[in-house]
């Protein structure tokens, strides 16, 4: 019973974290090293993690979240789930923490909190700037995040139009 819920809970997240995977891939393709790049890792993992958080409702056991983040990495990257999982595990260990990844899993988790309409109470003034530019331009909050907080870093990071 309680592995039928792992599975439940791995698909639905895979479903959502590969939204701003395929609409990069769709605009620019996947360059290389994109998944050895620190940001992607942490913005990746943290959005695998926090949405199977959310979405469980804390109801699931620290090796069932290792599973959930080992197969969305698979299912993204077509590679080693667990090798990009167990990377994600140290570059979150490592003290300090380096710039790149911390922005990622960052940007990960205000991005998905967006995707289930909540914040993170030290993002609000971030959150309330967005939303009055994303009303601006007639976008979903969640759209305009991604967008600024997901595509155009990796554009700058990867040197693309």
Do not use: C
Not at 61 to 81: C, I, K
Not at 132 to 161: C, H, W
């Amino acid at each position: 019973m309680f592995g039928g819920f792992r599975k439940k809970v791995t698909r639905q997240t895979i479903e959502m974290v590969k939204q701003p995977y395929a609409i990069f891939q769709h605009h620019h393709g996947i360059p290389a090293g994109f998944w050895q790049d620190e940001f992607v890792v942490g913005f990746f993992g943290s959005m695998a993690s926090m949405v199977a958080l959310i979405l469980a409702k804390g109801k699931l056991s620290r090796t069932d979240r290792g599973y959930v983040l080992q197969e969305s990495f698979s299912a993204l990257s077509n590679m080693s789930g667990m090798a990009i999982a167990q990377r994600f595990t140290e570059l979150t260990m490592q003290k300090p923490m380096s710039a790149s990844f911390k922005q990622g899993a960052d940007n990960g988790a205000i991005i998905s909190l967006a995707m289930f309409g909540t914040t993170a109470p030290e993002d609000q003034v971030m959150i309330d700037a967005a939303e009055q530019e994303a009303a601006r331009l007639g976008l979903p909050l969640p759209s305009y995040l991604m967008m600024t907080l997901y595509v155009e870093e990796l554009k700058e990071r990867f040197n693309l139009t």
